[in-house]
């Protein structure tokens, strides 16, 4: 079977985010939060009038979920969690990740019992490869931090939950490989998803829509591809930008695919190639996601007053 090949995203906003990431939708809201991570910078852009906010962080900040307390968000800062209420910037830390290791926080999604699941990578200081150093954690509602069974990764990405919440997908994207493994308050074993063909790209942020098909930003190849739930590719979506980073849906009804990108790594002349390198893009691709699951935990309540 060949798979379709939509139309060309369009730029939605043009960010030129060095390293764009975490992008969600938020529906009480009805805007996208997203990062750029190297900026240390929160990013929101409400579609409907256009209005776009930021704020800098006092750290990298590299994925994060939305709460159920209003006004909240659960942030993986480079090396901690911590909530954060962008109405007034306070910040209630939770928790360090991986203390001693030259790791920091990376790809991170809420699973759908309001846990916060999210992975590391390494940071090499001798300027070397990346070597599988890092982990995934859980966070759950009472703020326990809990490391999953899974072999170390060198940089977690793809993390995303089946619409019944069954199955875990993950990856280290140096692999090549998406992963997937039944997951619940334990997880089965771990086995291959889908694997990228060619020499070129790397898997990276990844959602998941109404029908259960995995929709994978793919970096280095210009694309996000939409694997069904059996791993075979089912459609893949140009994006101008060679450096896709996470999709999203959003928009009222959730028909509307977003895709955050980067800048990172790119020269002059690269990016004289790339003009749109570290834009918001978005395409109606015929498919709707889900309401984003919210995480189930909250602030404590005396740290977190104003």
């Given at each position: 079977?060949?798979?379709?090949v939509?139309?060309p ?7 030129a ?13 009805q805007?996208l ?5 190297h ?8 579609p409907?009038?256009?209005?776009t ?15 159920q307390?209003?006004?909240w968000l659960l942030?993986?800062l480079?090396?901690?969690?911590a909530?954060?209420?962008p ?21 991170g999604?809420?699973?759908?019992q ?20 890092g ?21 977690s990405?793809?993390l ?7 199955t875990?997908?993950?990856?280290d ?5 998406i992963?997937?493994c039944?997951?619940?308050d ?11 063909e060619?020499?070129a790209?790397?898997?990276?942020g ?15 190849l ?7 739930p059996?791993g ?6 140009p ?6 980073t ?16 980067a800048r990172?790594?790119l ?7 790339d ?17 984003e ?11 977190a007053?104003?």
């Amino acid at each position: 079977m060949t798979a379709a090949v939509d139309a060309p995203m369009e730029p939605a906003l043009e960010a030129a985010n060095t390293l764009g990431e975490g992008i969600l939708w938020c529906p009480r809201e009805q805007a996208l939060y997203w990062t750029d991570i190297h900026a240390a910078t929160l990013w929101r852009h409400r579609p409907a009038d256009g209005q776009t906010r930021s704020w800098r962080l006092p750290e990298r900040l590299a994925s994060f979920a939305l709460c159920q307390a209003d006004g909240w968000l659960l942030l993986a800062l480079a090396s901690r969690l911590a909530f954060f209420r962008p109405d007034d910037g306070t910040l209630v830390p939770v928790a360090e990740v991986e203390p001693g290791l030259p790791t920091r926080s990376n790809d991170g999604a809420c699973d759908r019992q309001g846990r916060f699941v999210f992975g590391t990578l390494h940071e090499p200081t001798d300027g070397g490869p990346k070597r599988p150093l890092g982990g995934f954690w859980r966070l759950g509602a009472d703020l326990a931090l809990q490391r999953l069974p899974l072999e170390g990764v060198a940089i977690s990405n793809s993390l995303a939950f089946s619409p019944d919440g069954g199955t875990m997908y993950y990856c280290d994207s140096p692999t090549r490989t998406i992963r997937c493994c039944a997951y619940g308050d334990t997880l089965g074993p771990s086995r291959i998803f889908a694997r990228l063909e060619g020499d070129a790209g790397e898997p990276d942020g990844a959602c998941v829509d109404a029908e259960g098909g995995l929709w994978s930003a793919q970096w280095g190849l210009g694309r996000v591809v939409r694997y069904r739930p059996d791993g075979r590719v089912d459609r893949i979506v140009p994006v101008p930008a060679r450096q896709p980073t996470r999709p999203a849906f959003g928009g009222a009804a959730l028909d509307t695919l977003y895709v955050t990108s980067a800048r990172d790594g790119l020269d002059g002349d690269a990016l004289t190639r790339d003009p749109l390198a570290g834009a918001l893009f978005a395409a109606h691709v015929g498919a709707r996601g889900l309401p984003e699951p919210r995480f189930a935990g909250a602030p404590p309540i005396a740290a977190a007053a104003p």
